[in-house]
């Protein structure tokens, strides 16, 4: 039995909290959360101890360490836990700081540490299903990958303003999502961005609108688009062309019932955001981390893949801002 320490009960350590829990191999054994109501809650609903952040990490009775807490303690926490030999299941991103992300990635290497970052949509049945068809050449070489990602509503502006900007806080998940279908990295970046949808979002220095064009060495290219709105829900697309044919992924209605009259034929809205859209794939996330420390294998996505798609989002901003394309080494 896997006994984990899950730190953050918020939206989605609740989740992830809840799926080890139901684990026959896992269990929750400590839970902190800086919101006390907040920890006891879930504790008492997924039957663990209540503890302190720095107590859980020291804990000799803890395999792994789940973080969900906000973006800026992931890496001290990663670093703890590493530091204290636990393997770690950490939220996207790392950090915000491509230098803190590599700092960070030392101390993982150095101790050896087992880390997973959520790059949960990797879980998600239909976009695993492509990613191994992929590399069973159903398509043949690829050549060109659309990632489409619109969010039903945009957040609240004060969200915004500390979010590190769309690359940064949306585009990470497509970013990661581009490299995994297409297996090279990236070495050209260029965007384009607008705030179309709350000329606040423009007003606080971000977009809510943006377009992402990339190329790897040997020629690949991928084109990712983001938007704050979606008015018929949360849009998660993905298309793969390749030599020998194209792979695609729709997006999943709350039902499949259909009304067909004189208009037309009419379907339900897409599912509503990600807490529905991402059921299954945050729950795949969390056992495939528990396979792999039931088996000893090497978790990923891992501390590398957070490290690039944070490169990524950083080279979108930069090239956003000056209008020209980004190279990456
Ligand atoms: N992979 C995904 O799809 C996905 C989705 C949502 C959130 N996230 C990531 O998960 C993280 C948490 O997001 P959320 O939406 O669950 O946030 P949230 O605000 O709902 O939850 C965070 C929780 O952490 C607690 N907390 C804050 N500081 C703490 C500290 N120092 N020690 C212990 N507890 C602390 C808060 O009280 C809160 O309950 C973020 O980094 C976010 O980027 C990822």
Redesign the pocket.
Known sequence: MISFGV????????VHARTIAGSKQARVAYL????AQ?AAELAAEVGAKVAS?EDIIKAKDVDAILI????P??ADLIEAGSEAGKAVLC???VSMSVERIKACLKVVEQNGTNLMI????RFDPNFASIEQRIRKGDVGDVELVTVISRDPAPPPVDYVKSSGGLYR?MMI?DFDMARFLVGEEFVTVQALGAALVDPAIGKAGDVDTAAVQMQTASGKIAVITNSRRATYGYDQRVEVHGSKGMLSARNIQNTTVELANEKGIMGDPVLHF?TER?VEA?ANEVKAFIDGLAKGVSARPNGFDGLQAQKLADAATTSWQTGKPVKLA
């Not at 969900?68 to 973006?71: F, G, L, R, S, V």
């Open positions: 730190l953050g009960a918020g939206r989605i350590g609740k902190a959360d800086a919101n907040a952040v969900a807490t906000p973006t303690t992931h939220e996207k991103p959520g790059f949960n949509r806080d998940h990600f991402y945050y």
